[in-house]
């Protein structure tokens, strides 16, 4: 049953996954991609990590690709269709990615993975606490870290927001 | 008896296929029984509405199909069911038809994760409200799609709308939810409905409770695009909004589905708030089976709430709804996240 769903999430994502590299249309492109991150939270879900799963839908499928197609509702439209690339940048990218992908294959298939044979779910006071441990193990501090980056990229923003006038006087006065 | 009913029937589907196909059959029952709620829901809600409306405005409503008018959305089912599928010429068709199915699709998956009874759960997954926001994020997608796929300013105004609106709003219907889940230490909604045997979770909560309920109703009103937050199809500037260019069934997958957004916004309000189906003060304790009519009676006493607001309040302006979020709610809410805490930490909730 598992190996079912398995597979026939693999087939979406990959299908989906060239859809939305080869489709001529922008938000035709952001759709598939939709469709390829819910697979990923697909998987998620059949390997238990419902947690995982909520957050790629919350924060990918929610966010990125909401935020996506706001851009292309706002620029483009629906008439429009994306350049096709020139002979020598396809052979290139085909290269490319052939390799990246031949390489992720040998790695694949020469790493020994173990079976884990008890599969509990990961509950959410497992996640929590793990997120706020300062022992070994903890991640309170890439937590943090990412929270400063967090900060500084909205303070980013509301400079970029303010117009350029005001944007070499009122520098951030932020950190902490 | 509910339980023992599924349970027998899961024990005959076992016995009678092998272990696969009964599981696949399964499934399909349970989806079948689902579809045909969420049908029967989203046809008796209209109906609902426009009795409501009907009574507020002092009019009769629609009072001639059926006794009362209880057949009226049946057929007008019917008739949307025979329409003609019309379309844009220069409309992009594969997302113009991909669009419905996006937000009727994640509504029905809302409804997968409420504890209806206590038995009466299709997946009580360890994440529930997590999921829920998780889902509803995704049903703007459906609405952004179809107003820009039908090559009309006015659905793609409407869209816009709605994608600004759904994402301010989402922000507090998930802190609303949050400060509750501050008291219950857990987000599965059957431990939820658990912890509240010892008194619903507004009244353990008190005052902070009554806030992030109060802040609730007024995200998730907007969330679900009602009146007074309907910019999204504003009729007097923007025709019909983002489904100004469906018709036929195409269009109904979004009515209905707008329907069953305020039930599930309305269940949730229940579950989270009200103790799902657990009777007031325990008197039906000893028939599960009620249950079912405890939930529903609270989610539709909700769901009236929400059609009160509609036919009561004036339509608000773009900005008027953004200050409303990012002045007010936002504040109200991270403040009252704080109170919560604190309350919880010193154990000062009401334990009956």
């Not at chain 1, 350029?164 to 932020?174: A, R």
């Amino acid at each position: 049953m598992e190996k079912i769903l398995f597979y026939i999430l693999a087939i979406i994502m990959i299908v989906f996954a060239v859809a939305s590299v080869s489709s001529r249309k922008m938000l035709r492109s952001v759709v598939y991609l939709l469709f390829v991150l819910i697979g990923i939270a697909g998987i998620y879900f059949l390997i238990d990590y419902n947690f995982l799963a909520a957050i790629q839908l919350t924060v990918y499928a929610g966010g990125i690709i909401v935020l996506m197609i706001f851009s292309v509702l706002l620029i483009h439209h629906i008439e429009m269709e994306l350049e096709v690339a020139k002979l020598l940048k396809k052979i290139i990218t085909a290269i490319v990615c052939l390799a990246g992908l031949g390489i992720f294959l040998a790695t694949i298939y020469s790493h020994p993975f173990n079976v884990i044979e008890n599969s509990n779910s990961t509950t959410i006071n497992e996640i929590g606490k793990g997120f706020l441990s300062y022992k070994a193990g903890g991640f309170i501090l890439p937590f943090e870290v990412i929270s400063v980056l967090l900060l500084a990229a909205m303070i980013g923003a509301i400079v970029i927001a303010k117009g350029t006038k005001k944007s070499e006087v009122g520098s951030p006065k932020s950190e902490e | 008896m509910l339980l023992s009913i599924t349970k027998n029937i899961h024990e005959w589907l076992f016995s009678l296929m092998p272990e696969n196909v009964a599981s696949i059959v399964e499934m399909t029952i349970i989806a079948i029984i689902y579809l045909t709620g969420f049908a029967v829901a989203g046809l008796f809600l209209v109906l609902m509405e426009r009795r409501i409306a009907a009574w507020f405005q002092l009019r009769r409503g629609p009072n001639r199909v059926g006794f009362h008018g209880i057949l009226q959305t049946i057929a007008d089912a019917l008739k949307l069911v025979s329409k003609e599928l019309t379309g844009t010429i220069k409309a992009d068709k594969f997302l113009y038809n991909l669009a419905p199915y996006f937000v009727i699709i994640t509504a029905l998956l809302a409804l997968s994760v409420l504890p209806f009874t206590q038995d009466f759960q299709a997946f009580d997954i360890n994440i529930g409200i997590l999921f829920l926001i998780a889902i509803s994020s995704i049903g703007v997608i459906g609405i952004l799609l179809a107003g820009w796929s039908s090559n009309n300013k006015f659905s793609l105004i409407g869209a816009m709308r709605s994608g600004v609106q759904t994402i301010s709003y989402e922000l507090s219907v998930s802190l609303s939810l949050l400060t509750i889940v501050l008291m219950t230490g857990t987000l599965q909604l059957s431990e939820i409905v658990e912890v509240q045997k010892n008194g619903w979770l507004i009244v353990q909560g008190h005052i902070p409770a009554v806030i992030a309920f109060m802040i609730y109703m007024i995200a998730g009103t907007a969330e679900t695009n009602r009146t007074p937050f309907d910019l999204v199809e504003a009729e007097s500037e923007l025709g019909a909004g983002f489904h100004t260019e469906y018709s036929g069934m195409k269009f109904a997958y979004f009515f209905l589905a707008e329907f069953i957004n305020m039930f599930i916004i309305a269940s949730i309000a229940t579950t989270v708030f009200f103790g799902a189906w657990l009777s007031p003060f325990g008197i039906t304790e000893s028939i599960p089976l009620l249950g079912i009519f405890w939930f529903l009676a609270k989610t539709f006493v909700i769901v009236f709430l929400m059609m009160w607001f509609r036919w009561s309040f004036p339509r608000l302006r773009i900005d008027q709804i953004l200050t409303l979020e990012w002045k007010y709610l936002l504040p109200i809410n991270l403040v009252n996240l704080v109170v919560m805490a604190v309350i919880v930490w010193l154990g000062l909730t009401i334990q009956f």
